[in-house]
């Protein structure tokens, strides 16, 4: 399944930058409606929802992998 978000890329790993992308969609979503324009109020609405969702509420870093050969075990 193609997520809209993929909160896997290390792009979205500091916190900083997935509250400026909530903070930014909110914010958007403020204006839509401060201009009357309803339909895309609630279409940004939701957007900030799901984004909040995936990048603040369900959001788990992965873990960094070792790189092989690089454990003590074999000495």
Request: hydrophobic share 50%.
């Amino acid at each position: 399944m193609i997520k809209f978000i993929d909160p896997d890329h290390p792009f979205y790993r500091p916190l900083w930058i997935r509250l400026l992308i909530v903070v930014f969609c909110a914010v958007w979503t403020a204006v839509e409606f401060y201009g009357g324009q309803m339909m895309w109020g609630t279409i940004f609405l939701v957007v900030t929802a799901y984004a909040g969702a995936a990048l603040l509420v369900f959001y788990r870093p992965k873990q960094p992998e070792e790189k092989a050969g690089t454990s003590d075990e074999g000495k």
